[in-house]
């Protein structure tokens, strides 16, 4: 399966607690993006990158959250000291720039998050 | 700002029922437009697009046409199946991000 893949698929944590995620997005896709899922919301935009660089954050972002993509492949998002109210689905989406104006974003499974 | 706004649900059918979810936006410009759907326990997956005005999306029977002069994009599916249950996204993409609204859950019934 080449589809855009997420680690770990489920996370409890204790509140306060750091926690991490993994994206993997399809091999030669060189835009990636993470969103969040809250229950009975759809997705909302967190931040993206092109290549390794971060071009765009959500003020949704506060600054318990870091997102990183060291080598333009896969990319880590970390929450830090985490808050009941961090508890989500966190999406992972992959996509080719193309010179049309648009590029068709591919979504990964999803990890789900819950903060006791 | 860009938003986007579909019915609520859930939205239970019989199946071979016609079906519509109604979705409108609001984005400055041209953005292009789509449905997801969410089957229970998968991803998110795109069902359908349309990138201009008048354009009509379609795929595994649904359609949706983009229509600037009502910023309207609703889905319709002529005979729906059990296996259509599952959430519906409306989103709109602007500034390579894309924009969901809160979605529609739909139950066919055999």
């Known amino acids: 399966d080449t589809g855009v893949s997420q680690n770990p698929r489920h996370k409890i944590t204790k509140r306060g607690q750091n926690v991490t995620f993994r994206c993997d997005p399809i091999s030669e896709h060189n835009r990636l993006y993470w969103y969040r899922q809250t229950l009975g919301q759809g997705p909302e935009f967190l931040t993206y990158?092109?290549?390794?660089?971060?071009?765009?954050k959500s003020r949704l972002l506060s600054d318990r959250f870091s997102a990183e993509r060291p080598k333009g492949s896969f990319s880590t998002l970390e929450i830090q000291r985490t808050e009941q109210g961090d508890s989500a689905m966190y999406l992972c989406?992959?996509?080719?720039?193309?010179?049309?104006?648009?590029?068709?974003?591919?979504f990964g499974p999803g990890t789900r998050l819950t903060v006791l | 700002g860009n938003s986007v706004t579909q019915m609520e649900g859930p939205v239970t059918l019989s199946e071979e029922a016609f079906l519509t979810i109604n979705c409108t936006y609001t984005?400055?410009?041209?953005?292009?437009l789509f449905w997801y759907v969410q089957y229970p326990g998968e991803g998110l997956q795109l069902l359908l697009k349309a990138t201009k005005a008048d354009d009509k999306g379609s795929n595994k029977g649904f359609e949706a046409t983009y229509r600037k002069e009502t910023t309207s994009f609703h889905l319709e599916k002529g005979s729906v199946q059990v296996s259509d249950s599952a959430v519906y996204f409306c989103a709109l993409s602007k500034d390579d991000k894309i924009i969901f609204g809160k979605g529609t859950r739909l139950h066919i019934l055999p």
């Open positions: 990158f092109q290549n390794e660089a971060q071009l765009e």
């Open positions: 989406a992959s996509s080719r720039v193309h010179r049309s104006s648009y590029n068709e974003q591919f």
């Open positions: 984005a400055t410009g041209y953005p292009s």
